[in-house]
């Protein structure tokens, strides 16, 4: 069974930058699609970043776009969220999860097989 664990949140500031990393335990983050998901309190999980499994595709939600940037490292088996200009709207837990091997870089929850714990962000105004 395959583990997948999140660093990186924290409380920062309106402006303020954060890089989230996930961990997988196995070394397959080369050949599957990864994905970045948040959840607000009294909301429903959503979309925020995908990547395919090459890393040559990535997608991303518009309220995110521009600001947000997904990334993986094959060899350290680590997917990454580098996240920018944050607003108190991006307060949530983020999720890393694993997609379908030899995928392309989707939005779609149902595709995600492989959940991360969370990690809480908070940004205050």
């Known amino acids: 069974q395959v583990q997948l664990v999140e660093s990186g949140g924290g409380l920062v500031q309106t402006g303020n930058s954060l890089r989230l990393s996930c961990t997988v335990s196995?070394?397959?983050?080369?050949?599957?699609?990864m994905g970045w998901f948040r959840q607000a309190p009294g909301e429903e999980r959503e979309f925020e970043a995908a990547?395919?499994?090459?890393?040559?595709?990535?997608d991303y939600a518009t309220s995110v776009k521009g600001r947000f940037t997904i990334s993986k490292d094959n060899a350290k088996n680590t997917l990454y969220l580098q996240m920018n200009s944050l607003k108190p709207e991006d307060t949530a837990v983020y999720y890393c999860?694993?997609?379908?091997?030899?995928?392309?870089?989707?939005?779609?929850?149902?595709?995600?097989?492989?959940w991360g714990q969370g990690t809480q962000v908070t940004v205050s105004s």
């Open positions: 990547i395919s499994w090459s890393g040559g595709a990535t």
């Open positions: 196995r070394r397959t983050i080369g050949s599957y699609a």
């Open positions: 999860a694993r997609g379908p091997a030899w995928a392309g870089a989707s939005s779609n929850q149902e595709q995600y097989e492989s």
